[in-house]
Antibody
């Protein structure tokens, strides 16, 4: 049974950088799966951020692409997400997701506030 | 971007009655390479992440009760709960993964009448 656990700072200042990690257990980040990030806010609803595969390749939402980076850490069996130049509009619950929604983490709330 | 529009936004149904939720995509999401519709239905309860109910528009996930069914073709899709139980109170979302950026419907809130 795969388990995904997001972790992050909780609060990020405007114009700062948001960095999240997703610890994967019960599966390997090098297995034949895509790893995605999805966020949810009252204003925008569910928003797909992007996906990554361990041997490279992936795609980002064009609306976020200039500010987003995703990576795979094989040694820690983790997925990471970085969003730069954050604004209040980036306040959301961020979810780590395997494939096309087969498995979701519990999510972590990120508040952008000074 | 493919826009996913759900209707109604909210729905109140009596216990034991049928609930029907609709979703329309702004373009077809039929993938010719595998003859499948890249459409998923999720259920989300308060404080929980979304849970996949239906994939490929009509294929029920393992462990999902048979009262849940999905149908549709091209750009119009339906999630049906044949006999509503109290535990089905939730927000339901449709989701397309046919083309990037993948997108979700705005959600339909299902309540008990």
């Amino acid at each position: 049974q795969v388990h995904l656990q997001e972790s992050g700072p909780g609060v990020v200042k405007p114009s700062g950088t948001l960095s999240l990690t997703c610890a994967v257990s019960g599966d390997s980040v090098t297995s034949n799966h895509w790893w995605s990030w999805v966020r949810q806010s009252p204003k925008k609803g569910l928003e797909w951020i992007g996906r990554i595969y361990h041997v490279g390749g992936g795609s980002y939402n064009p609306s976020l692409e200039s500010r987003v980076t995703m990576s795979v850490d094989r040694s820690k069996n983790e997925i990471s997400l970085t969003v730069t130049s954050v604004t209040v509009a980036d306040t959301a619950v961020y979810y780590c997701v395997r494939d096309f929604g087969d498995n979701w983490g519990r999510g972590t709330l990120v508040l952008v506030s000074s | 971007d493919i826009v996913m529009t759900q209707y109604p936004d909210s729905l109140a149904v009596s216990l034991g009655e049928r609930a029907t939720i609709n979703c329309r995509s702004s373009q077809t999401i039929f993938l010719n390479t595998n003859n499948k519709l890249n459409l998923t239905w999720f259920q989300q309860k308060p404080g929980q992440p979304p849970k996949k109910l239906i994939d490929w528009a009509s294929s029920r996930e393992s462990g999902v009760p048979a009262r849940f069914s999905g149908s549709g073709s091209g750009a119009d899709f339906t999630l049906t709960i044949s006999s509503l139980l109290a535990e089905d109170v939730a927000i339901y979302y449709c989701h397309q993964y046919y083309s990037v950026p993948y997108t979700f419907g705005q959600g339909t809130k299902l309540e008990i009448k």
